[in-house]
């Protein structure tokens, strides 16, 4: 299995996860262009992709969708609330028919030989889902726009091999920045994003000596930093009761603007 960050941050996101024989994309919240380039350094064209999973309809996730469907007309997979908002979306355009395939979280699905699990998020969407994709005894999670996580997520995010998470922002930076106070607000909220800490306190909840990839994604632009998140994460594994140090652990950070090292398992 191999996963590789095309985009990811507050500006736009889209993941590749797959195998040898299945190609899928998490995510097109970028613009069609982008995808293709990303695809081109990871050898893979459009129309080779098995589907593109959408964890929710927010901007960020689906802008480049419109152009790139109806390009490539790659099926395209999500909750029935995200499909809802996908609908109404009116920035994607006329979508070509067939496309849109309802999941359930909590319910696996085959694409070749890859099996999907969408689980449900905390987050102020319609529906929105991460997903965690198994093949041949491995697993890799996306897991990001989570505004809080519980046991259930702990729980959907155990034994992982590879995860892309989120670590959108440092708390005090967000407080003290020039963001309005509705909108610090909602990304503190329940229903916003995870904040560098909780996402070193998530990580020391499903570290295990098989996961050897840690992706931090969905970096705020203005309330984060490549270097501080990395440094917050890996502090807290270190200060966390569990028998890791950050140090010891292989930390990647994704960037907003360039497709990141591809993670082969």
Known sequence: MRMCSIASGSSGNCIYVGSDHTHLLVDTGISKKRIDAGLKELEIKGEELSGILVTHEHADHIQGLGVFSRKYEVPIYA???????IECYSGLGKMPE???HPVHVDQQFCLGDLEIEPFAISHDANEPSGFRVNCDHKSIAVATDLGKYDDYTVAKLQNLDAILLESNHDVHMLEVGVYPYYLKRRVLGDKGHLS???????????LHDNLK???LGHLSKENNYAKLA?????????????QYK?????I???SRDTVSNIIEI
Do not use: M
């Open 252 to 254: 990647k950070v994704a």
């Open 98 to 100: 067939g496309l849109l």
């Open 213 to 215: 990839h840690i992706v």
């Open 246 to 250: 950050g140090e010891d652990l292989d």
């Open 196 to 206: 560098n800490e909780l996402s070193g306190r998530l990580l020391c909840d499903i």
């Open 79 to 85: 909750t029935p609330g995200t499909i809802r908002g």
């Open 230 to 242: 990395y440094e917050t994460v890996k502090l807290e594994v270190t200060l966390g009761e569990n």
